[in-house]
Each structure stands twice: as structure tokens, then as C-alpha cells.
């Protein structure tokens, strides 16, 4: 199978070596010297400031999620939330769920954040801001800087989900004044899925410090005391932080976060220059490198997706609910060369000679 979803994605061969090992003891030195040195590179790679911090979640990305909400937010707080897709939405239910004051900017979708969506939002008393970098449901990459801009006119607390753009856009927390950036091991990183990864600014460490978390196992508190010595509180995924570490390493060898950017928008571009004659339509107003969506004309998206897997072998990523049947998703994240995309837009052919789409 080639893999084209946007997570989990495929894994390099040095990551794959890993998975094959034994899983190490990890109360040790040894171990916290890994994860001090993926913490720097994180930070290195997220431009984050010094003396801000990392911290791992054992738990998929909406654990790093719901972990920024109940650490950081309280019924004291008015934020806003960006709500362009089934992420936008999650950030809206976990408001819900832990009683924050909110209002949201509901977008449709394809569609991308505006300045005007926010000027009734100028000073009116908010104190946050919520959005996902890119609402990979549909493929929108909002403009971070006219948010970093609101934000600081404003003075916001900026929460931003990176999960699916950090490494495959550019992201430079420190200049956008980004309080928390969470990422996770399936997307970019191309690790298995299972470790949420959480950049804090100072500011984010003492609302941390500051708000009472009920609940043990995601309380930051207690992760930032563990993570001054390279620990976790509780039993890692171990396997996959090792994994991790010996991806941001080939990631620096290679020439570091810009290099891996540019990789990543290589594939997207010739891919996209490539399905020019193929009847779909990309349907975002502002793609990201990590994903193109496409809305087939003349079939089921769902019909695609499983035909190319079940005939030619490969995953595509379908949509669900309402866009089930008009939209599915090619990724251009993990391990994956232009000879796997031509083996892709070869299979769309076939299809298309055979009438199928
Ligand atoms: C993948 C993703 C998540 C997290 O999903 P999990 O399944 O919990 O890992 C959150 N936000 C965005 C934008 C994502 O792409």
C-alpha cells in the first residue's frame, strides 16, 4: 500500500528501525537526554523562544487539545474560535464541555479567515484566541499573520493547532507572539500516531501555574515539573518519543525545518500540476503544502477512495459526513516521492479510461 492520508502517514526507513526494537527502560539519563534534545529541536523548529517549553502528551493530538483548554482557559476567559471544519468544531465542543466563554467565526467550507470576519471582535472585551493553523478537514491554511495581528492589537492568549502544518508550512511562533502550538507524532513528524507534542510561551506557563486543571493525567503543572529533567509523569509512549527524536535528528541532517518545508511543498506542487486534466476540483481557498482537497465532478469521492484502495493499493483520504461523497484528500506528508504520486495520478487515469470518473 502507498500511503496518501494525512495521518498516520509513512515512516522513513530509520524511524521504521526503531519500531522493530525492543522498547528501552526510560526512568534513565539516557532517555531524558533524548527527550531534552527533541525538545530543542522542536523549539528550534517551531522558532520558538527560549525560555519557552515542551511538553508530551501520551495521547493523539486532540489530547494536546482539550490538555490547552483545560490548562490555560477558565469560565473567567472569552475566547474566540475559529470553526471551518469538523477541528474548528472540536475546539467549539471542548469550550462547551469545560464551560468557557466563547464566540465562534463559523466558515464554510473551502473557505478561508478574512479580516473582516474579525472586526466586530475588535475590542470587546476577549481575552483568546482559538485556531487550527489548518483545518485539515477541508484543506483551509488560515493567514497566521492577520490572526498574530488581532491578536496582539488586542491583547490575546493565541492557542494554535499545528497538528497537520507544523513541518510541512512555515510556522514561527515567537514572531506571531504564539502562546501554544500543539503538534502531533502522525502528522509531518511521520511517526506512529500516539504522542501529542505542546510548545508553551512564557505566558502559557503561568496561566499553566495559574489555573487549576481537573484532571490528573493531562495536567501541564505536573508535566512542566517532570519535563525540567527530560521526564513525563506518567509511562510514555517510549517508543514513539524515540521515534520522534531520530525523526527531528534526519530532519536537522537534512538540512533542517526549511529544507523539510520545501520538500513537503515540492510534492504538493507537482502533484496539483499534475491532475490539471483530471476532473476534480480543488476546493480551498488557501491550500497548505500538507494536503490538496479535492472534489471529484463526475463520481462519489467515496467511490474513489475505495477503489484506489481496493484496485490499485493506495489510501487516499476519504471525507466524512456531509462531504462523504463530494470530497476526499490527497496528502503530501511522510515519506513519499514523486514516483509514489505518479503511481496515484496513473491509477486516476485508469479510472478515467475506464469511465469511472
Ligand atoms: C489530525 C488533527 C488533529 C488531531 O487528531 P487526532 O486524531 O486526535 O490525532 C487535530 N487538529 C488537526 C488540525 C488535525 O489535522
Known sequence: MINFTVGPVQSSEAVLAIGAEQVPYFRTAEFSQ???ESEAL????????????????????SAGMEAAIMNTLSP????I??????FGHRFVELCELHEIPFSEV?????????AEHLTEFEDKGYTTFIVNKHETSTGVHYDMNLISDFCKRNNLF?????ISTFLADPFNMSELGADIMITGSQKALACPPGISIMVLSPKAIKRIEETKCKCQYLDLKIALKNAERGQTPWTPAVGILCQIHTRLQEIQANGGVEAEINRTAGLAKYFRENIKNLPFEIISESLSNAVTPLHPTTASANDIFLKIKDEYGMWICPNGGEMKD?????????????ADYDKLIDAFKDLQAKGVI
Open 34 to 36: 533524548i527527550m531534552l
Open 42 to 61: 522542536i523549539k528550534k523548529f517551531a522558532y520558538a523562544t527560549e525560555d519557552s517549553k515542551v511538553v508530551y502528551i501520551t495521547g493523539s493530538g
Open 76 to 79: 473567567k476567559d472569552k475566547a
Open 81 to 86: 474560535v475559529i470553526n471551518g471544519g469538523s
Open 106 to 114: 463559523k466558515l464554510s467550507a473551502g473557505k478561508t479567515l478574512k
Open 158 to 162: 493565541l492557542i494554535v493547532d499545528c
Open 326 to 338: 463530494s470530497v476526499f484528500r490527497v496528502g503530501h506528508i511522510g515519506a513519499l516521492t514523486t
